[in-house]
């Protein structure tokens, strides 16, 4: 769904091959990243503040799930925000950035080459939860690309 977007973004950043690093993409978007204690399980919010933007990461979390974390937020940022960085996400919203978050991780074009190996090998290349996996080969299989 978001395959062409993210193509995009990796070309721009030039970013060919994995583990694909929501971070740098962040950085190089001029966002600053924060590892945040928050209270309860929450993963992390995108926000900004004197006209920065900001990612707040849960740091408690693991590091896949800060990493799929940040590529969520990223997935706000480019599918949600038009002017500022400022939203209520909603449920719809939220299944649009973890999707966008899914593809950014794995790409298509990168991931294919690995489709032979276990879900849980390719979660260890692509430094991702194999849950993560397992739900955007699902993906990839609703869009009979797999």
Do not use: W
Request: charged share 20%; hydrophobic share 40%; net charge positive.
């Amino acid at each position: 769904m978001y395959e062409e977007l993210v193509r995009e973004i990796l070309i721009y950043f030039s970013i060919g091959k994995p583990p694909v690093k929501p971070d740098l993409i962040a950085y190089g978007l001029g966002l600053k990243i924060i590892l945040y204690p928050f209270l309860y399980n929450t993963s992390g919010i995108i926000c900004s503040l004197n006209n920065s933007g900001i990612i707040l990461v849960n740091k408690n979390h693991s590091l896949t799930r800060q990493r799929f974390t940040i590529a969520h937020e990223l997935g706000h940022y480019f599918l949600h925000y038009k002017s500022s960085l400022s939203l209520e996400e909603d449920r719809i919203m939220h299944i649009q950035a973890n999707n966008f978050a899914g593809t950014l991780l794995l790409p298509y074009f990168m991931l294919e080459r690995y489709l032979f190996l276990s879900p849980s090998k390719i979660s260890q290349i692509f430094m991702v939860s194999q849950r993560t996996v397992e739900r955007r080969l699902e993906t990839l299989r609703r869009e009979s690309r797999i």
